[in-house]
T-cell receptor, first 114, second 113 residues
Framework: EPEVTQTPSHQVTQMGQEVILRCVPI?????FYWYRQILGQKVEFLVS????????KSEIFDDQFSVERPDGSNFTLKIRSTKLEDSAMYFC????????????FGPGTRLTVT | SQQGEEDPQALSIQEGENATMNCSYK?????LQWYRQNSGRGLVHLIL?????REKHSGRLRVTLDTSKKSSSLLITASRAADTASYFC?????????????FGQGTRLTINP
């Protein structure tokens, strides 16, 4: 069964460093998302991406964040200058259609900022 | 707020018993999706129920949706130790032709052998 994959599974970085989290969505899916979950808290929407552009972003997704689909398979989240509060599990998700379809999540990347 | 909220926050039952988790939300939705998360792991999709549906089944899972009360429930029948996990409801809202999910805090389910 097709699945969303994410790399790395765990990333440790120092405050102020740039990180890139990578995702390979399900191949025929059209909409892509990033969510995050701070330890012990809710899963929060960060950004949605369709047709090579951001379709919506949350208040969390400030200028330090960017997303890119550099080729036909990868979908990346970049955090330009990490802060301690960026430590969280980051989930990539994809969906085939826009409305009323299941959103499938990857296994997550645990980001630890020290 | 668009949030879904689960109830109870934690549930502990004996293996073989049924587990019921509830979710309430505040605004109109496209659909509602239930996910399972084992400790520190990814989100596994369980069931999607659309706003015009009232009940769906998948194996030992039964989901109901009452749009007039803005609530949903997830029933796991004949629970097993492997069902121990956190369960989240996520309400889907339209955005630019697609949807975003708003998650609740989750119910932490423990199945005791």
């Amino acid at each position: 069964e097709p699945e969303v994959t994410q790399t790395p599974s765990h990333q440790v970085t120092q405050m102020g460093q740039e990180v890139i989290l990578r995702c390979v969505p399900i191949s025929n899916h059209l909409y892509f998302y990033w969510y995050r979950q701070i330890l012990g808290q809710k899963v929060e929407f960060l950004v949605s991406f369709y047709n090579n552009e951001i379709s919506e972003k949350s208040e969390i997704f400030d200028d330090q964040f960017s997303v890119e689909r550099p080729d036909g398979s990868n979908f990346t989240l970049k955090i330009r200058s990490t802060k301690l509060e960026d430590s969280a599990m980051y989930f990539c998700a994809s969906i085939w259609g826009g409305w009323n379809y299941e959103q499938y999540f990857g296994p997550g990347t645990r980001l630890t900022v020290t | 707020s668009q949030q879904g909220e689960e109830d109870p926050q934690a549930l502990s039952i004996q293996e073989g018993e049924n587990a019921t988790m509830n979710c309430s939300y505040k605004t109109s939705i496209n659909n509602l999706q239930w996910y399972r998360q084992n400790s520190g792991r990814g989100l596994v999709h369980l069931i999607l129920i659309r706003s015009n549906e009232r009940e769906k089944h998948s194996g030992r899972l039964r989901v109901t949706l009452d749009t007039s009360k803005k609530s949903s429930s997830l029933l796991i029948t004949a629970s097993r130790a492997a069902d121990t996990a956190s369960y989240f409801c996520a309400t889907a809202f339209p955005i630019q032709g697609a949807q975003k999910l708003v998650f609740g805090q989750g119910t932490r389910l423990t199945i005791n052998p």
